[in-house]
């Protein structure tokens, strides 16, 4: 073998000091620029995906660049079509706004590259997830006793939940044979909801291959909330028809209406038939922090497993979800796994927990230090005051809509989701006088509705997305940003009623009359 020339020197990609630190700085005025402007930025780009893809074609780079000038283009090609989730006025599906110490954090965290999977990659990490987990519990008032982690979002936190609680309820041993035990020939079944359940215990069920089917949808009441009593026969029915329950998912906070399903109740059915209680309160169940809504949350600490998750309410940048195990063995004894490789072989006391054995990943960043930052700088108490200001805003809107004479109101704002249609007074009244067009009117209101969505998104004043509510179309604004204020929820239903009267009267030709 040749000896190595020496001019063969080693690639090395790295920055020196000086400009690291000159790209560094200009990043972050770059971000500090972008904050100043978060309040007046257009909140969705009207640019369609074909205009996008053509913004990024490009060959594969064959050779490298510089860093300049790949940082330029987030300026130029990334930003001007972005949807902004930190706007005060981005009401879309449940999205957080980003905190400003969680972006330093993200820097920080990746700078070193942690990996919190195993506690010897990460000693600090893996001890500063345990401590915000603890946190976390106590901000809800669930037992500090548990055992649980940050994951990629609720979904994950949900399929976390969901594995454990078919480990630890099914008749047999599902880590050694899963769903394939021969002479098992009953059918396991999750109970959700009708119409506030979550879609992502669908993908949970798929995740699972319980297959979709195993979902049983439980009768709601009035307030969308599950009817405990429906759910009480429909277990016993299931039951005496040679079904297996494994786990109720109540809702905690639901999608489209905020709504609390009745805890207690739903935990005194799953212990009388020792099924695993699921709380899903990925938007809603950091709500429990606040005393003036803790009636609500009655019961919330005897779920055997609870998510929620920081990049919603918490106003915590993506990704992280987070799910609370009471019983952290439980959790362990689901995710256990072995290799020569991931420990060494004598014991030593330089080791901790592996956050590889609690939840389905292996490699993982360190999530828990943006949620750790945050909540020192805001502390529980400015936690409050942000959640308050959320929940007000949704009280505001609610009066807005309730005094207004053109718009319908279907549920209370128990927190930060609100859902609610704009009705022109002169359907209204079409209705009152001939009940019998109420199908036809609901079938114009649905695309008059659908379009305000439509039109208040290109306008750039505001994202808000439309639902379905009890089969009708209905305008919903999750209003979870720390920015948001009273103002901003006046400013964008002044739009959402100048453009529901510019749509009636575009497509039917006719004047709205005058509103009060
Ligand atoms: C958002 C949400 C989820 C899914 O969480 P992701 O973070 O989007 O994966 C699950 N359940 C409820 C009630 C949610 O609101």
Not at 386 to 394: D, E, G, H, K, V
Request: neutral net charge; proline residues 4%; hydrophobic residues 35%.
């Amino acid at each position: 073998m040749k000896n190595r020339k020496n001019s063969e020197q080693q690639f090395d990609p790295d920055l020196k000091p000086d400009e690291f630190r000159k790209l560094g700085y200009q990043v972050i005025d770059q971000i500090a620029d972008y904050y100043s402007t978060i309040r007046d930025v257009r909140v969705f780009p009207k640019s369609t995906s074909k205009e996008v893809e053509e913004i990024f074609y490009e060959d594969l780079p064959e050779e490298g660049q510089q860093p300049e000038k790949i940082l330029e283009q987030w300026k130029k090609d990334i930003l001007p079509y972005t949807t902004h989730l930190g706007s005060p006025r981005y009401f879309g599906y449940v999205n957080g706004s980003g905190s400003m110490i969680g972006t330093l954090a993200e820097a920080l965290a990746s700078s070193v590259n942690m990996n919190s999977g195993g506690w010897k990659a990460s000693p600090a990490a893996t001890e500063i997830e345990r401590r915000t987990i603890k946190w976390v519990a106590e901000l809800i008032g669930y037992p500090v006793t548990c055992g649980g982690l940050f994951t990629s979002g609720g979904t994950m936190a949900n399929f976390t939940a969901l594995l454990t609680a078919l480990r630890n309820t099914a008749p047999y041993d599902t880590t050694e044979d899963g769903l394939q035990k021969a002479d098992f020939h009953s059918k396991f079944t999750i109970y959700m909801s009708e119409h506030e359940g979550h879609i992502s215990i669908t993908r949970v069920a798929d995740l699972l291959n319980l297959g979709r089917n195993s979902i049983r949808r439980v009768p709601d009441r009035e307030d969308f909330s599950m009817d405990p009593e429906a759910l009480r026969s429909m277990i016993r029915k299931d039951i005496a028809d040679g079904l297996t329950p494994v786990c109720v998912v109540a809702q905690v906070g639901s999608i489209n209406v905020g709504v609390i399903d009745p805890l207690e109740e739903i935990a005194a059915i799953c212990k009388e038939h020792d099924i695993w209680f699921h709380a899903d309160g990925a938007c809603g169940a950091v709500g429990a922090m606040l005393p003036e809504k803790k009636h609500l949350y009655k019961g919330l600490e005897l779920a055997d497993s609870v998510t929620l998750d920081p990049h919603k309410w918490l106003y915590i940048q993506y990704e992280c979800g987070c799910v609370l195990v009471k019983n952290s063995e439980k959790l362990r004894r689901s995710f256990s796994l072995n290799a020569s490789y991931l420990r060494g072989t004598l014991p030593t006391e330089y080791s901790g927990l592996d956050y590889y054995e609690h939840g389905p990943q292996m490699s993982r960043g360190f999530r828990a230090l943006k949620v750790w930052m945050t909540l020192k700088a805001y502390g529980a108490n400015g936690y409050r005051k942000l959640l308050t200001q959320n929940i007000r805003c949704a009280e505001h809107l609610d009066l807005l809509v309730r005094n207004s004479g053109d718009f319908d109101s279907f549920h209370q704002p128990n927190l930060f989701i609100y859902s609610f249609r704009y009705m022109p007074k002169r359907y209204r009244a079409a209705v009152q006088e001939n009940p019998g067009l109420k199908d036809e009117i609901n079938r114009k209101l649905d695309q008059i509705n659908q379009m305000i969505a439509d039109e208040i998104q290109l306008s750039g004043t505001a994202f808000v997305m439309t639902t379905r509510l009890r089969g009708l179309t209905v305008l919903r604004l999750s209003i979870c940003s720390h920015r948001t204020t009273l103002k901003d929820i006046d400013l964008v239903f002044s739009k959402i009623r100048e453009i529901g009267r510019k749509v009636v009267l575009d497509k039917t030709g006719d004047e709205i009359d005058q509103v009060v």
